[in-house]
């Protein structure tokens, strides 16, 4: 019995310089929440808000934390992590009472490979430099950026910039691109 996993076609771009100079960046309307809730209040048939209202759900062990945020080792009850909207966390404050971040989701709209390296680094480094927080989640054709509200705009004129420059440096190196963003 063979442990190969299973491999669906050679799915998305892989060549940073291709992936930076074909970024279209686009702004969502809605505003989003990080919410957590107890791993067991996550059961299939008895979701917290509907299925249709979830972004994005990780489930992920909770660990016990000391002084200065140092990991105790210990693992307390794990958690499981959901991207909703706000106004469905609002509808749902019985289920969904702890939630943070509002934010607004940008859509990288390349075909990026799960298994290009670099992309979100370059991304979340740009914004890094504005000052700009990120929480990026890879998908299976896309990436996300998930940035606050009120600095959603100037991320997206950010992630233009770095399209622009990666443009540049390709048309001129002939279109043959050597990697380096200059990051």
Same mark, same amino acid.
């Given at each position: 019995?063979?442990?190969?996993?299973?491999?669906?076609?050679?799915? =998305?771009? +892989?060549?940073?310089?291709?992936?930076?100079?074909?970024?279209? *960046?686009?702004?969502?309307?809605?505003?989003?929440?990080? *919410?957590?809730?107890? /791993?067991?209040?996550?059961?299939?048939?008895?979701?917290?808000?509907?299925?249709?209202?979830? #972004?994005?759900?990780?489930?992920?062990?909770?660990?016990?934390?000391?002084? /200065?945020?140092? !990991? +105790?080792?210990?693992?307390? !009850?794990?958690?499981?992590?959901?991207?909703?909207?706000? &106004? !469905? $966390?609002? $509808?749902?404050?019985?289920?969904?009472? &702890?939630?943070?971040?509002? #934010?607004?989701?940008?859509? #990288?709209?390349?075909?990026?490979?799960?298994?290009?390296?670099?992309?979100?680094?370059?991304?979340?480094?740009?914004?890094?430099?504005? =000052?700009?927080?990120?929480?990026?989640?890879?998908?299976?054709?896309?990436?996300?950026?998930?940035?606050?509200?009120?600095?959603?705009?100037? /991320?997206?004129?950010?992630? /233009?910039?770095?399209?622009?420059?990666?443009?540049?440096?390709?048309?001129?190196?002939?279109?043959? =691109?050597?990697?380096?963003? =200059?990051?």
């Amino acid at each position: 019995m063979s442990n190969d996993v299973p491999v669906v076609g050679g799915h =998305g771009e +892989t060549s940073l310089p291709r992936l930076l100079s074909s970024l279209r *960046a686009t702004l969502h309307p809605e505003t989003y929440v990080f *919410a957590t809730i107890p /791993a067991e209040e996550f059961q299939i048939n008895d979701l917290p808000v509907p299925l249709d209202q979830i #972004c994005l759900f990780f489930r992920e062990p909770r660990q016990q934390h000391g002084e /200065a945020g140092a !990991t +105790t080792g210990k693992v307390q !009850t794990d958690t499981v992590t959901l991207i909703v909207r706000l &106004e !469905t $966390a609002r $509808a749902h404050p019985r289920r969904l009472a &702890e939630y943070t971040y509002p #934010c607004r989701m940008i859509t #990288c709209a390349v075909h990026s490979s799960l298994e290009a390296v670099g992309f979100m680094a370059v991304l979340a480094a740009r914004l890094a430099q504005r =000052g700009v927080s990120v929480n990026p989640v890879s998908a299976f054709y896309h990436d996300h950026l998930f940035v606050p509200v009120e600095r959603a705009d100037e /991320a997206v004129a950010v992630l /233009a910039e770095v399209r622009e420059e990666a443009v540049r440096e390709l048309q001129g190196e002939g279109g043959r =691109g050597s990697g380096n963003q =200059g990051f």
